[in-house]
């Protein structure tokens, strides 16, 4: 049962196609998330030369004073067709602030774009971690059912001479369909895994031995911090939009030229005009944009100086777990699990020679198999927060 069960695991890993673990992270850029941020990034680029545009010239032709009777181009001096041509011109540099902080925030997009992939890096990395975490507890589980199964073979044995009663026998082959079944859900938990995975790279499965475990117990001072990033850019966008709101209290000025043909009736010739216009100042829009861009820009500021508060708080925090973590795994490795084993292997010796009960032997074989899993869980645990150490602190996720 227990054989079929990992072949089945087997076999559905060797029918997916392999892919090396930085084949995989280059996988990850065409991963829908991020090309939605993308287009968000190009529309935002494209907005910025929207919002900073003057506008276009408007074009006027205009037919005037025509005889309501006759509708005659030459029956008045004041008929004649009017072209005219006017330009809305800012006196300041409104626009271009307006234009910096859209581009700011297609920056900032972008920037957003690029934390997406280290995040999708983030949960491909804790996949495979769980991966090995269960890979491991399987491997643990599959030796264990081994044991048992000697044990049983030596169980019956002694049944068989008296030394044991049938109550043992059936205790040792509950306890070996505890097993069994801890074997079947870690293989239902290990394909769920993998459905995970085919979410994030498609239909492949990672060759084990392109993973670079090494890199998580390393540090690098080459740092991008891509949402600290983004939020220097989203601030920067809160200036210039201040800059532009204050700005905006000189008003754009309406530049119109004008050229009217006429008949000539009256020996003139034709007439030209200009206006100059631009509205007054006198209501709350202009005062109230200007305050909201100050609580807008004031906002972004007080969430990037807590961002970088709780970036040093969680990194010094992160660092400290990851300390007692290592320190409990050294202990289980030099002390506990050795003692473990040896309690069991004592105990097994006991049994056989009939100078230990059964349920002395399960003991030692129940608190050997919950030390050994306890690290396991503690090896992944440690190696996920170092993924997410490396993360908050901006260091490569992809080496």
């Known amino acids: 049962m227990i054989k079929k069960i990992v072949l089945s695991v087997v076999l559905l890993t060797v029918c997916l196609e392999a892919a090396t673990f930085k084949n995989a992270v280059l996988m990850l850029e065409k991963h829908e998330s991020i090309e939605t941020a993308l287009f968000k990034y190009k529309a935002g680029a494209q907005e910025a030369k929207l919002k900073g545009s003057w506008g276009d010239p408007q074009l006027k032709v205009s037919a005037k004073n025509f005889p309501n009777d006759s509708l005659a181009f030459d029956q008045t001096p004041m008929t004649g067709i009017e072209f005219g041509i006017s330009q809305k011109i800012p006196l300041t540099s409104k626009y271009g602030n307006i234009k910096n902080a859209f581009s700011a925030l297609s920056q900032a997009y972008l920037y957003d774009a690029k934390d997406k992939k280290e995040k999708l890096t983030k949960a491909f990395w804790e996949i495979l971690i769980l ?232 003991q030692s074989e129940l608190k050997l198999q919950k030390i050994l899993l306890h690290k396991v869980t503690l090896v992944a645990r440690r190696d996920i927060k170092r993924v997410t150490f490396k993360y908050i602190k901006g260091e490569p996720l992809n080496e």
């Open 131 to 362: 991966k090995r975490k269960i890979k491991e507890e399987l491997s643990i589980l599959t030796d264990n059912s081994r044991w048992i199964e000697k044990i049983l073979k030596v169980s019956k044995r002694l049944y068989a001479t008296g030394k044991v009663t049938q109550q043992a026998l059936l205790d040792i082959q509950i306890r070996r369909s505890e097993i069994e079944r801890d074997i079947s859900n870690k293989s239902y938990e290990l394909s769920q895994i993998d459905d995970k995975l085919i979410y994030l790279i498609g239909d492949f499965h990672i060759e084990e031995k392109s993973i670079p475990w090494e890199s998580l117990e390393t540090t690098s001072t080459q740092t991008v911090d891509y949402r600290e990033l983004g939020l220097q850019e989203k601030l920067k966008a809160k200036q210039h939009r201040l800059k532009a709101s204050r700005l905006n209290y000189v008003p754009d000025v309406t530049v119109s030229l004008g050229y009217t043909q006429r008949s000539n009736i009256d020996g003139n010739g034709d007439f030209v005009g200009a206006s100059l216009s631009f509205p007054i100042p006198l209501s709350d829009e202009k005062y109230s944009k200007v305050e909201i861009a100050v609580q807008e820009k004031s906002q972004v500021t007080k969430y990037y100086e807590n961002y970088k508060r709780v970036k040093r708080r969680d990194l010094s925090i992160l660092s400290k777990q990851i300390k007692k973590l290592m320190s409990e795994i050294n202990i289980l490795n030099s002390k506990m699990i050795k003692y473990a084993m040896n309690s069991r292997q004592i105990t097994s010796k006991s049994y056989e020679t009939g100078n230990s009960s059964y349920v002395e032997l399960l």
